[in-house]
């Protein structure tokens, strides 16, 4: 008995130190298992053009609205701007009632972008003249299921694709 009284603290230091050691583990992993919940829900979240888009190439003739490119929201539309007086069209459905963002990509070689949204009526909704080379923003009320067209033109022909993206503002 007094073997084991006289035991007992260091056998109660010991246990404690490894109790505390495994909690510690046991708590590290547990903080980096909910780091990479969250992470992995805000991912899902904080929704990427750049890391879910699907890459939709522009298709000429597509000099006017009736002849857009269909790309869809969240897709990528990539194009050039072939001469100086090119246009190129694209449109995509409203999956929502609310702000639409439009973001377009322009390559950085000197040239200045302008960008138009119709409505299906014709209707200008929205647009931007003279953007720099860039990532370059437009936004727009839009109406759920109602189809957008987007117009792009440029002050001089580029050879680096643009990138039009679609998604809720
Ligand atoms: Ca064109």
Redesign the pocket.
């Known amino acids: 008995m007094s073997l084991l009284m006289n035991r007992w603290p260091a056998f109660k230091n010991r246990d404690l130190g490894e109790w505390e050691n495994m909690l510690s583990v046991f708590e590290s992993k547990k903080i980096k298992s909910a780091a990479i919940a969250l992470f992995a829900a805000a991912t899902v979240i904080v929704w990427s053009p750049t890391s879910h888009a699907a890459a939709v190439y ?1 298709s ?4 006017t609205q009736s002849q857009a490119n269909y790309f869809g929201m969240f897709n990528a539309l990539l ?1 050039t ?2 001469y100086q007086g ?4 694209g449109w995509f459905t409203s999956d929502r009632n609310g702000k639409i963002k439009l973001q377009l990509n322009t390559p950085t070689d000197g040239s200045l972008f302008h960008i138009w949204v119709r409505d299906g009526g014709g209707t200008m909704v929205a647009y931007a003249t003279n953007l720099s080379g860039g990532v370059n923003f437009v936004e727009f009320n839009a109406v759920n299921g109602a189809n957008y067209y987007v117009g792009i033109d440029a002050t001089t022909a580029t050879t680096p694709s643009y990138t039009l993206y679609a998604y809720p503002g």
């Open positions: 522009e000429e003739p597509n000099n194009g701007i072939s090119d246009s190129d069209w």
